[in-house]
């Protein structure tokens, strides 16, 4: 349903992914720290959610509230083609298979993500500038969610 959101849906999927172990804490140090919104220079191997465009569903004639669903873009970052392919399609793969319906706390927030519909597969973006040696891939969906407190 339609209403405010007290975090950016980049920062609740952020936290999903670390929820489902799909990722690590920006802070520990670990392979494949997930961002929100912002993708800081270093580490090389790393993942950001950005909050994009979402798409109205439908609007509830009984109550005039608006079913929509909130658009993301997950970017990953490698020293290697093969490594952000290859964990960019895991990332895909069990965001199909194990979303539905799960709670995710956001400090003292707490939503539920009902699904995560991708809008598109991975796509390779190259590497991430002329004289980089990073690849960069990404993928596109829309998550339909409820903050619930």
Known sequence: MSGSLQDSQAAIIQQLLLDLGLGTLVDNELPWPVYAN?????????????STEGQVQNRVQIDG?????????????????????????????????????????????HYVVNSI?????????????????????????????TQTS
Not at 67 to 84: C, F, T
């Open 117 to 145: 519909d991708r809008t598109s597969d991975v796509i390779s973006l190259g590497m991430e500038a002329p004289t980089s040696e990073r690849f960069l891939q990404t993928m596109n969906m829309l998550v339909t969610l």
């Open 65 to 109: 509230g608006v079913n929509e669903a909130h658009g993301i873009q997950i970017r990953l970052r490698s020293v290697g083609p093969v490594d952000s392919y290859v964990k960019a399609r895991s990332l895909l793969v069990a965001l199909d298979t194990q979303v539905s319906n799960i709670t995710v706390n956001v400090g003292d927030n």
């Open 38 to 50: 912002h993708h800081p220079d270093s580490p090389d191997n790393s993942i950001c959610v950005y």
